[in-house]
């Protein structure tokens, strides 16, 4: 294939379907039914908070995002119609949440990325954690990893949304549009021109991401 100067994203993922527990907690709690709204937060509240605290990267604010997140699900779940996937749905909710948080305090510090992102157009890969590693590789490993956090953290916030909700909470494009509320065509030319962008970043540590 010529190279173009382009990045050429893979077919895209499944969404994940739903199981027949979580359709039924759904349904009956649109129906108003407490305790299997009770159940559907157990069963989504790490996940939450995992996705805000990414996005955030503070435990504070990662704990306000996902309570309040929850809060509006209560309030609005009687509404959901099912046209995206519940999941799609409550992403949605909780980026919107950070969005909001984000506007009403502009200073807020951004850390993010607790693991490696897989970047299809480049040979940076996830890191497979040695079972008895030496130390000169638990030293790289560590400053590698430093490295593309901050890389990531530098790049625009809806460029960074995408890494995340792609890379790390394995969306599809199609569930990252719903999210968003963007054409999936918009999703894919941007989440291709943020990996391109994050690759221009790693470029100035070829000892750690000898990217093409």
Request: aromatic content about 8%; overall charge neutral.
């Amino acid at each position: 294939m010529a190279d173009n100067g382009t990045a050429q994203p893979r077919s895209d993922r499944p969404s994940r379907a739903m199981s027949v527990e979580e359709r039924l907690l759904v349904d009956r709690s649109r129906q108003g039914d407490r305790a299997a709204f009770d159940d559907l937060v157990r069963l989504y509240e790490r996940r939450v908070y995992n996705f805000a605290f990414r996005l955030c990267g503070n435990h504070h604010d990662a704990s306000d995002i996902a309570s309040d997140a929850f809060v509006r699900l209560y309030q609005s779940i009687r509404g959901f119609r099912g046209d995206s996937s519940f999941v799609t749905w409550l992403f949605r909710i909780v980026t919107n949440i950070y969005l909001d948080l984000r506007k009403r305090d502009r200073s807020h510090r951004q850390q993010s990325l607790q693991e490696m992102v897989e970047l299809e157009e480049s040979s940076v890969a996830r890191q497979m954690e040695d079972p008895a590693p030496a130390p000169d590789d638990v030293a790289q490993a560590s400053e590698r990893t430093a490295l593309l956090r901050a890389a990531v953290d530098s790049l625009p916030e809806h460029q960074r949304i995408m890494i995340l909700m792609y890379h790390q909470e394995a969306q599809s494009y199609e569930e990252i549009a719903a999210a968003l509320d963007l054409p999936v065509g918009t999703v894919k030319s941007r989440l291709n021109r943020a990996r391109l962008a994050l690759r221009d970043r790693l470029r100035a540590h070829p000892e750690h991401f000898p990217v093409e």
